[in-house]
T-cell receptor, first 116, second 115 residues
């Protein structure tokens, strides 16, 4: 069975601080995909990034960066110089690549509050 | 604007009543999904559909049914609502159910309260 653990339920940081959101996953598949979604206070779910299990390169997009380490089954998300607009619930998710339907398994989310 | 619409936005429902949550997408995606989001539990899959005419059960299907008569619509029905079905319901879609690499696109959600 697949499992995604986001151990940090809530995090508060002061604006301009860096913050890392942790994600640890479990899967028996050798090919899988990892995702991060953002859910701002307005409630919609916004796709942030997708990473496949064969690509362990870190990725940077503006103030956002992702560190994928297969050896520790982790896919952590760092926000540099946080801003109030980053306040949201962030979900890490895992899917496999089996034929037919696949299912996204979500972590329980980390609520990030950025204080001005 | 292409995307997923859900209706209603919110609803208060008496226990025992029947309710259908509507979901429509205009992206011609093959796969569609229903999730429920509960505080502290994240999103859990209720039902899915790989393509029109097929459906499958997710992690928490009990008390819910779905149908997929065409590509665009994927309604979720609560035959006899119970208070434990109070939740926020999200509909999602993705282009190809056989490819795990595709992200899922989510609708705005329906907030349902069963009293």
């Amino acid at each position: 069975a697949q499992k995604v653990t986001q151990a940090q339920t809530e995090i508060s940081v002061v604006e301009k601080e860096d913050v890392t959101l942790d994600c640890v996953y479990e899967t028996r598949d050798t090919t899988y995909y990892l995702f991060w979604y953002k859910q701002p206070p307005s409630g919609e779910l916004v796709f942030l990034i997708r990473r496949n299990s064969f690509d362990e390169q870190n990725e940077i997009s503006g103030r956002y960066s992702w560190n994928f380490q297969k050896s520790t089954s982790s896919f952590n998300f760092t926000i540099t110089a946080s801003q109030v607009v980053d306040s949201a619930v962030y979900f890490c998710a895992l899917s496999n690549s089996g034929a037919g339907s696949y299912q996204l398994t979500f972590g329980k989310g980390t609520k990030l509050s950025v204080i001005p | 604007i292409a995307g997923i619409t859900q209706a209603p936005t919110s609803q208060i429902l008496a226990a025992g009543r029947r309710m259908t949550l509507r979901c429509t997408q205009d992206m011609r995606h093959n796969a569609m999904y229903w999730y429920r989001q509960d505080l502290g539990l994240g999103l859990r899959l209720i039902h899915y559909s790989n393509t029109a005419g097929t459906t499958g059960k997710g992690e928490v299907p009990d008390g819910y049914s779905v149908s997929r008569a065409n590509t665009d619509d994927f309604p979720l029905t609560l035959a006899s609502a119970v208070p434990s079905q109070t939740s926020v319901y999200f509909c999602a879609s993705s282009p190809n159910p056989g490819q795990a690499s595709y992200e899922q696109y989510f609708g705005p959600g329906t907030r349902l309260t069963v009293t």
